[in-house]
């Protein structure tokens, strides 16, 4: 399975964007998806997961409120909605395909990822 991520890009406080992410095969469609972030100099963290069904969407607190994970079975895109933005979600954001179909906040339980788009909300 093959990742595309787009639709980052500079943003000021308070702004919006959203991110797609298109999975090469259906085969993704039948695992949870997630997004993660990484920051320079920090691990990446975990944003917000999704499951094969589109349901049960889990989120990190420090997006809770503000960003909407989804997903398209039959364009196999998910998508991750972003509004408020804050100076603290600059990061490069990844997608990723879980080993399971149940939506999970555990880095170790994705088995693929997408190269990144770059996010950078400006104050």
């Known amino acids: 399975v093959q990742l595309q991520a787009s639709g980052g890009g500079l943003v000021q406080v308070g702004g919006s964007l959203r991110l797609s992410c298109a999975a090469s095969?259906?085969?993704?469609?039948?695992?949870?998806l997630g997004w993660f972030r990484q920051a320079p100099g920090t691990e990446r963290e975990f944003v917000a997961s999704?499951?094969?069904?589109?349901?049960?969407?889990n989120y990190a607190d420090s997006v809770k409120g503000r960003f909407t994970i989804s997903r398209d079975n039959v364009q196999n895109t998910m998508y991750l909605q972003m509004n408020s933005l804050k100076p603290k979600d600059t990061a490069i954001y990844y997608c990723a395909v879980a080993r399971s179909s149940v939506a999970t906040s555990r880095r170790e339980s994705y088995v693929y990822w997408g190269q990144g788009t770059q996010v950078t909300v400006s104050s």
């Open positions: 095969k259906r085969t993704a469609s039948n695992n949870a």
């Open positions: 999704i499951d094969w069904r589109g349901g049960n969407p």
